[in-house]
Every structure is written in C-alpha cells, then in structure tokens.
C-alpha cells in the first residue's frame, strides 16, 4: 500500500532540509511532506562538505541578493536557538588589480596591498612579488555553522509533521493520472509535488523521472584541515585568491586550504586526491608564511551547477508537479534560506517572501527550462 504525500522532497542535504522546514513552518499549507534520502544519515554528501562561509559579495547579483534574504532569514532563526549559527568573518579577495576588479562587487571594498597585509600578514612579499598585489575586502562575510543549521532544519521539518526517511534511494518515478509515484527503498509514495533536491544526481533523478534534463554538471572541489606553524588569528579574514587558484582560512585545530578547483566530475562519493592537496600545500608554502604542514582531514565534495551558474528552483516547464532545487554550486548554503522561500511559496502558490511569485525577476532568473 502505497503512502501518500503533498509533497516528496528527494534529497537530504540543505536543500531538501531547508525546504522541508520551510513548507512545513506554513501553518496556513498544511502539507503532508515525506523527505527521502538514499544515505543512511542526512547531508552525507556535499552538505557535510562545504567550507562553511556565506559571503555577500560572492557571485552574480542575483545569488547577491538571495545571500542577503538568507542571512536575515537565518538571524531571525537564531533567535530560538542554543548557540549563533552566524559568527562574523570578514571575506580576504586577493589577485592582479585585473581579476581583483573583475570579481569585487555587491558588499565588497576595494582596499590597499598594505591594509590586506596588515589584515593578513602571512600573505607578505612572495605573494605580491608573484603578482598578488591588490585586494577587496568583504567585511559582511560570516562564517556558518552548518551542522546547527542543517540540524535546525531537520527539527522545524519534524516537529511540523515532515516525515524522513534515510537509507531510502529512490530507484522509480512514475507519472500517474494526477500523481506521481515514487519508488524509495521498500517504500511506495503517492505525491502530487517530486522535488528534485538530489543535488549531483539532480539530471540521473530526471532521467529515472522521464523529464528532460537541465545541463546540470556535478564539478569536483576538495578542502582539507592542516597543521600550519603561523595560522592567522582567530579573527583574521578568510582569504581567497581571485584567479580560483587556492583559499584559505583559520580552522577550529588548524587551517583550512583548498586548492579551489572545479574539476569536472560524475554523480559520486567524491575523494580528496592526496597530489591536489600535495602542490597546494607545497605552492601556499612558497607564496606566504603560514608554514603549513601535517594534513590533519581532507574531504572532496561535487558543487553542481547549470551552466549559467545559477541555481534552478521551479516548477519543469512540461513535467506537472516536478519541481526542481537544484545547481546551487558554491552558493549552497549561502542562499538556502532565501531558495526554501522561494521554492515553498510557489509549490503552496502563497508566494510570501522577498523574491517569491513566479513572475519575480528573481524566480524568473532561476527559472527551470529558461534559455
Ligand atoms: C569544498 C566545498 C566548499 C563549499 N563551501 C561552501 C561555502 O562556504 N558556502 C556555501 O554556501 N556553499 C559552499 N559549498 C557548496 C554547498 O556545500 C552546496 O551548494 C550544497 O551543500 C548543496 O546542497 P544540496 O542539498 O543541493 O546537495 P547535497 O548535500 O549533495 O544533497 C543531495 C542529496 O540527495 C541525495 N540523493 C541523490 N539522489 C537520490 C535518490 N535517487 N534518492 C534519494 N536521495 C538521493 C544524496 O544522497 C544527497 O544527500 C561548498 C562545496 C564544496 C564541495
């Protein structure tokens, strides 16, 4: 016998939990909501991956704009909740005054060489002398504690009714008459509403479905936490490099690195390669002082995207009742709030919230089938 739902949310990473919470926190819908996850713990894959930072100057304005409405969102959350899931980190863009100018935008400054050294003093004469001699400083950026808010998530989705379950994959999508039946693990379930929050797996969950794809590519991006002999401050800025070449940030037990490469990739339990973190380690070693040693932990995650690079959130054009939440690349968490709104206002068609309403340019923007 198969269950039945208003709405089958299929992944549960921030973009499954975060909708989640957000349709089931409107008492005015009141849907029955069955998330599904085919790992046996929420948010296994790039969810637990991130390097947990939202940074308002980060990407194109639209995702600009969904960061703002996220982070307002997740300061009135935490107001009910044990500990700030926001802490602020100022946002270090270093580069040629070139590719400086060509990413500083939004809430970013322009700063001087000296002041970004003085922010940062491990990033001294090597870095400059190999061409890293200008710099914009987000001083909005936070940094993010992205278990509280995935755990938050899961809470609100629970404690309005939302049923989840793990270690159920869905392996069938079928359109009935006026439903769709989705097969997951032993179960069967009745919705009207399929949301395509299968992150990596977004276009194979489309194809199972019988919907046309999004040109959704799953890229790889690997971090890793290290020992360093001259880790910044607690309080010194996150610091990336503009031509995506590397970032780095002071870590709880160390330093975080990443070699910031967006390799193409399958749908996969992505591994970090130990040669990647090897030239990173040994390239930031030449162009600063941070002395970076011993790899403490490295993780790999697949940052999916379109390819204009924004997110898709929306009803499918030919498919009734699939909705996709999908692509949001590097902005996952940073707009997670603001896409939940987004996404629950047009399946209840309430349309409550900044950006909501299927005519909004911003829900124009993210479209699904866009050209
Ligand atoms: C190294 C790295 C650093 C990053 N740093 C940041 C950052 O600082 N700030 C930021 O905002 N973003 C960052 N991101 C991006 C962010 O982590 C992602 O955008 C976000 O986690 C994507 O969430 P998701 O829910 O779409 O995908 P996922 O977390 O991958 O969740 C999708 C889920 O769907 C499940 N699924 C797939 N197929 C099926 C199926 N058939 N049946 C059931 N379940 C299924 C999967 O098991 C998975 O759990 C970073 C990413 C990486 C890799």
């Not at 040629?96 to 002041?115: F, L």
């Not at 001083?139 to 278990?147: E, F, I, L, P, Q």
């Amino acid at each position: 016998m198969a269950e039945t739902a208003d709405v089958i949310i299929v992944g549960g990473g921030i973009a499954g939990l975060s909708l989640a919470s957000a349709l089931t926190a409107d008492d005015r819908a009141k849907l029955r909501v069955i998330l599904v996850e085919a790992e046996h713990s929420l948010a296994y894959h790039t969810s637990s991956r991130s390097a947990r930072q939202l940074i308002p100057s980060y990407g194109p304005e639209v995702v600009q704009r969904l960061t703002d409405r996220t982070l307002r969102l997740i300061r009135e959350a935490e107001q009910d909740l044990p500990a700030p899931v926001l802490t602020p980190r100022s946002f270090l863009l270093v580069g040629s005054e070139e590719n400086v100018a060509a990413r500083a935008s939004g809430a970013m400054e322009r700063i001087s060489w000296d002041d970004a050294v003085r922010l940062c003093p491990q990033i001294g004469p090597a870095a400059g002398a190999a061409g890293y001699d200008a710099a914009g400083l987000d001083t909005t950026a936070v940094g993010c504690n992205t278990d509280l808010l995935l755990d938050h998530h899961r809470s609100r989705a629970e404690a309005g009714g939302t049923q989840i379950l793990t270690g159920a994959r869905v392996h069938s999508v079928q359109r009935l008459r006026t439903a769709w039946e989705v097969g997951a693990g032993a179960q069967a379930v009745h919705a009207a509403v399929v949301v395509n929050a299968a992150g990596a797996w977004a276009d194979e969950l489309a194809v199972l479905s019988g919907v046309a794809t999004q040109g959704l590519r799953p890229y790889r991006r690997t971090a890793a936490v290290t020992a360093a002999g001259r880790a910044p401050a607690p309080d010194s800025p996150m610091v990336a490099a503009a031509d995506d070449s590397f970032y780095f940030r002071r870590d709880d037990d160390g330093l975080l690195i990443s070699p910031a490469e967006s390799v193409p990739s399958v749908p996969e339990d992505a591994q970090p390669r130990p040669e990647d973190l090897e030239s990173l380690i040994s390239r930031l070693n030449g162009l600063t002082t941070l002395d970076i040693g011993t790899v403490l932990r490295a993780w790999t995650g697949l940052r999916t995207q379109a390819a204009d690079g924004l997110p898709v959130v929306g009803f499918d054009p030919e498919a009734e009742g699939f909705f996709w939440l999908a692509g949001q690349g590097g902005y996952g968490f940073q707009t997670s709030s603001a896409i939940a709104e987004l996404a629950a206002g047009l399946i209840t068609g309430t349309g409550t919230g900044a950006g909501n309403g299927a005519g909004h340019p911003v829900a124009a923007a993210l479209a699904a089938g866009r050209s």
